[in-house]
């Protein structure tokens, strides 16, 4: 299995950004796919899930109205878009599955991402 993402963006202040995710060595509608990010000298913080088979997603709520996670299944690829990007989006996004969802729920994956660099700045 393996998740591999689109490169480092760099964005102005109140701009979109769009990180891919694309997965192999598995049927990609068979797991759930979550992003999360980690910004300079924190943790890691949960943004969402989306459920490839039928599109279905889940956001943290601070994320509500600002992020779009979607999924094409022709490409077996996972997208996350963020728009009106601020300084405090800076951080590195990692796309993550498991197998069980008992793992995904407590956000212990087996299979991560590269993580994708994006930087906000004017």
């Known amino acids: 299995v393996q998740l591999v993402q689109s490169g480092a963006e760099l964005r102005n202040p109140g701009t979109s950004v769009k990180v891919s995710c694309k997965a192999s060595g598995y049927t990609f509608t068979k797991y759930y796919i979550d992003w999360v990010r980690q910004a300079p000298g924190q943790g890691l913080e949960w943004m969402g899930r989306i459920d490839p088979e039928d599109g279905g997603t889940k956001y943290a709520q601070k994320f509500q109205g600002r992020v779009t996670f979607t999924a094409d299944t022709s490409a077996s690829t996972a997208y996350v878009e963020l728009s009106s990007v601020r300084s405090e989006d800076t951080a590195v996004y990692y796309c993550?599955?498991?197998?069980?969802?008992?793992?995904?729920?407590?956000?212990?994956?087996?299979?991560w991402g590269q993580g994708t660099q994006v930087t906000v700045s004017s």
């Open positions: 993550a599955a498991d197998p069980l969802f008992a793992n995904i729920a407590s956000s212990r994956y087996t299979y």
